[in-house]
């Protein structure tokens, strides 16, 4: 397999596409205004954020495989990478596309960089609900960076009415049945996670897939399922946009979810959870309906799996010849402290997504979506979560996805001394229910 920060000598700054560079540096700008990689000629701040490299014993320098897949072009990457391809294919639940869009259209740049963009914009003028779009765009990342890019079948997102399908070539660095929990992540591309991370569209701490699943719990929604196709060398994340039968508890869903076999098995057997005696009878019933939900979510990847193997032999878009490069899998293990100590909280800290309201999720919508905003714009959405409720501060964390220090020091403290929030409990600062209150005499006033 190919690292993506091996530098490609022959290919130099023509390689480009220019316009992208420019909308990368624009939205680079804006999410860090005082940086001084800002003032920087192209090369060098392309340097700066691993999408230019350099042979120090040789003094060549040349485009990163990073860089080539951020912002190049489709024609020139496929030069390097012949099985590289892109998709977004949506239906009305027949068999003709409504809208469709690929890598080779020819129409624009065909990198995963104007690609994320096109599809966030699809998603979020399609998706009312803020939380829902995050979330889709949360897993659209996930697949763009953990794709193995040398691998057959391309990188595919497919909409129906009633779900979301994301497949890319390469499988799971970490077990599957940890995905939705895990809290370190093993990078298969760690420049490309770089450069969009320096953007705040991610981050390294394995956290995404764990916060996607919280809030499709939120809503209500079928647990996600994840397929590993051994075979294809392929992993599928379906999302499904229908609501469970019976609200249970998130301990319930995780006990009863569907795993996945790596040794070949695209499923652990679910019936062996059925088997276990109960003693509850309605407990019973729900696992009968659930076996049948992760059923029919499982023959739906099948059949899914299926058709992107018969949809990409049928269009002849790659060439199986080329065997230029070595396949051997090499995961990235980079020390990842720093940026896991947020998640050592213990379990009196965390936050039980099923007690947090729908109307909260979206109100914060914005500040998890923009890692940097102005104190004014995290202090009004602050103050329009408490009109709601009162909220602890461990709350406040989960639903604007900062540090619960960095919340308290840098806005609530400002806000409780501007008379704007008062405290719950005010003789108590230390009470263990202790919470903020929006101060409606602060209106009155």
């Given at each position: 397999?190919?690292?993506?920060?091996?530098?490609?000598?022959?290919?130099?700054?023509?390689?480009?596409?220019?316009?992208?560079?420019?909308?990368?540096?624009?939205?680079?700008?804006?999410?860090?205004?005082?940086?001084?990689?800002?003032?920087?000629?192209?090369?060098?701040?392309?340097?700066?954020?691993?999408?230019?490299?350099?042979?120090?014993?040789?003094?060549?320098?040349?485009?990163?495989?990073?860089?080539?897949?951020?912002?190049?072009?489709?024609?020139?990457?496929?030069?390097?990478?012949?099985?590289?391809f892109l998709e977004y294919r949506e239906?009305?639940?027949?068999?003709?596309?409504?809208?469709?869009?690929?890598?080779?259209?020819?129409?624009?740049?065909?990198?995963?960089?104007?690609?994320?963009?096109?599809?966030?914009?699809?998603?979020?003028?399609?998706?009312?609900?803020?939380?829902?779009?995050?979330?889709?765009?949360?897993?659209?990342?996930?697949?763009?960076?953990?794709?193995?890019?040398?691998?057959?079948?391309?990188?595919?997102?497919?909409?129906?009415?009633?779900?979301?399908?994301?497949?890319?070539?390469?499988?799971?660095?970490?077990?599957?049945?940890?995905?939705?929990?895990?809290?370190?992540?093993?990078?298969?591309?760690?420049?490309?996670?770089?450069?969009?991370?320096?953007?705040?569209?991610?981050?390294?701490?394995?956290?995404?897939?764990?916060?996607?699943?919280?809030?499709?719990?939120?809503?209500?929604?079928?647990?996600?399922?994840?397929?590993?196709?051994?075979?294809?060398?392929?992993?599928?994340?379906?999302?499904?946009?229908?609501?469970?039968?019976?609200?249970?508890?998130?301990?319930?869903?995780?006990?009863?979810?569907?795993?996945?076999?790596?040794?070949?098995?695209?499923?652990?057997?679910?019936?062996?959870?059925?088997?276990?005696?109960?003693?509850?009878?309605?407990?019973?019933?729900?696992?009968?309906?659930?076996?049948?939900?992760?059923?029919?979510?499982?023959?739906?990847?099948?059949?899914?799996?299926?058709?992107?193997y018969s949809f990409n032999k049928e269009?002849?878009?790659?060439?199986?010849?080329?065997?230029?490069?070595?396949?051997?899998?090499?995961?990235?293990?980079?020390?990842?402290?720093?940026?896991?100590?947020?998640?050592?909280?213990?379990?009196?800290?965390?936050?039980?997504?099923?007690?947090?309201?729908?109307?909260?999720?979206?109100?914060?919508?914005?500040?998890?979506?923009?890692?940097?905003?102005?104190?004014?714009?995290?202090?009004?959405?602050?103050?329009?979560?408490?009109?709601?409720?009162?909220?602890?501060?461990?709350?406040?964390?989960?639903?604007?996805?900062?540090?619960?220090?960095?919340?308290?020091?840098?806005?609530?403290?400002?806000?409780?001394?501007?008379?704007?929030?008062?405290?719950?409990?005010?003789?108590?600062?230390?009470?263990?229910?202790?919470?903020?209150?929006?101060?409606?005499?602060?209106?009155?006033?």
């Amino acid at each position: 397999m190919l690292q993506d920060n091996l530098i490609l000598e022959h290919y130099g700054l023509n390689e480009l596409n220019f316009d992208t560079i420019k909308s990368y540096r624009d939205r680079f700008a804006e999410v860090k205004p005082a940086h001084p990689w800002n003032a920087l000629e192209t090369k060098e701040f392309l340097y700066k954020v691993g999408a230019w490299g350099k042979v120090r014993d040789t003094h060549k320098e040349g485009v990163t495989l990073a860089g080539l897949l951020l912002f190049s072009e489709e024609r020139i990457i496929t030069e390097v990478l012949p099985q590289y391809f892109l998709e977004y294919r949506e239906s009305k639940g027949n068999e003709e596309w409504t809208e469709r869009f690929t890598s080779q259209d020819g129409t624009w740049s065909g990198n995963i960089f104007d690609f994320y963009f096109h599809i966030h914009e699809i998603v979020r003028n399609s998706e009312p609900q803020p939380s829902i779009a995050s979330s889709l765009t949360e897993v659209l990342i996930n697949m763009l960076i953990h794709a193995d890019y040398n691998g057959e079948g391309g990188v595919i997102l497919e909409k129906q009415p009633s779900h979301y399908v994301f497949s890319n070539p390469g499988l799971l660095l970490v077990p599957t049945d940890s995905v939705f929990s895990n809290t370190v992540s093993q990078l298969r591309n760690p420049n490309i996670v770089k450069l969009f991370s320096l953007l705040g569209l991610c981050e390294r701490s394995g956290s995404g897939l764990k916060k996607v699943k919280q809030n499709w719990n939120l809503h209500h929604y079928k647990t996600p399922v994840i397929d590993q196709d051994v075979s294809m060398h392929r992993t599928v994340v379906m999302l499904s946009l229908s609501t469970q039968e019976r609200q249970v508890s998130s301990s319930e869903k995780d006990t009863y979810n569907t795993s996945i076999d790596d040794s070949g098995n695209n499923f652990k057997d679910v019936e062996k959870y059925q088997n276990t005696p109960k003693n509850d009878v309605e407990t019973d019933s729900y696992n009968k309906n659930e076996y049948s939900c992760n059923k029919e979510l499982i023959e739906e990847l099948k059949s899914y799996n299926n058709d992107v193997y018969s949809f990409n032999k049928e269009g002849n878009y790659y060439n199986k010849e080329s065997n230029l490069y070595n396949n051997d899998i090499n995961s990235y293990n980079n020390n990842h402290n720093s940026c896991n100590n947020e998640q050592g909280e213990n379990s009196s800290n965390l936050v039980n997504a099923e007690n947090i309201d729908t109307k909260l999720w979206d109100i914060a919508a914005l500040a998890r979506e923009k890692k940097r905003l102005s104190p004014n714009q995290m202090e009004h959405i602050i103050l329009e979560l408490c009109k709601e409720k009162p909220l602890m501060l461990k709350e406040f964390a989960y639903l604007l996805e900062r540090t619960p220090d960095g919340v308290r020091n840098n806005y609530l403290t400002k806000l409780l001394r501007k008379g704007q929030l008062q405290l719950k409990y005010p003789n108590q600062p230390n009470h263990p229910k202790q919470a903020y209150l929006f101060n409606k005499k602060d209106i009155e006033k």
